[in-house]
């Protein structure tokens, strides 16, 4: 999995550098925040209430004209599917890693001086997940998904998902010099998770660079 996080970054830097290019602006975040993620359905019966994780990570736009531009998302949470039932010092944390190409819709404020840019954007992503336990290692079928309130979150992840991305913010650019601050509120819709979806909800903040006219 660091190889994938190695991949998808390089993939992110090489997109900012052959886009910036030929770009008139982009801007490269640094970012935080929390992401609720709701409830799942499990297939055997009952629900499973999980716990909002951190998440962090980077988020760099390429501007195609004035109000429109791509963005690349990468998010990485080291706690990411944790049921309320389940300890934190009982099981082995499962990790993952958001990747999602958006297009953005800008309105830029530019009468007070430093640009404010409201945005929307929108796009589609892949989420894998992971931890350092061999499946092969558990017999889950005696406690997930039979008996929601004792699953363990080793039984939680799913691999590499397909995910439905959109939200909308506001960016603070050029404050001093290309430093400013972005953010953020977000939807995450994962639509196939043990045949149900999955539907995040995260708020994002963090350092904005902004380079280009």
């Known amino acids: 999995m660091k190889n994938l996080a190695l991949k998808l970054s390089l993939c992110l830097l090489m997109v900012l550098a052959l886009g910036g290019a030929q770009a008139s602006a982009h801007d490269f975040a640094i970012v935080a925040g929390w992401a609720n993620p709701g409830g799942l359905n499990l297939e055997g019966g009952g629900r499973v209430g999980l716990i909002g994780p951190p998440i962090y990570g980077a988020v760099g736009t390429i501007s195609i004209t004035p109000r429109f531009g791509i963005e690349n998302r990468l998010i990485f949470s080291h706690d990411f599917l944790r049921p309320q039932s389940v300890d934190s010092t009982t099981t082995e944390e499962i990790k993952s890693f958001n990747y999602s190409l958006n297009g953005v819709i ?106 280009g006219e």
């Open 106 to 211: 800008d309105l830029p404020i530019e009468r007070f001086g430093p640009s404010v840019t409201p945005f929307f954007s929108g796009g589609v992503g892949l989420v894998t997940t992971w931890n350092g336990v061999d499946d092969n290692d558990f017999d889950g079928d005696e406690v997930f998904p039979a008996d929601p309130n004792l699953a363990v979150a080793e039984r939680m992840k799913f691999g590499t998902q397909f995910a439905i991305s959109y939200g909308a913010g506001i960016k603070f650019e050029r404050l001093a010099g290309p430093l400013g601050f972005r953010i953020e509120g977000r939807g995450l819709t994962l639509p196939n998770i043990r045949n149900d979806e999955l539907h995040f909800f995260e708020i994002l903040g963090g350092v904005l660079f902004t380079f």
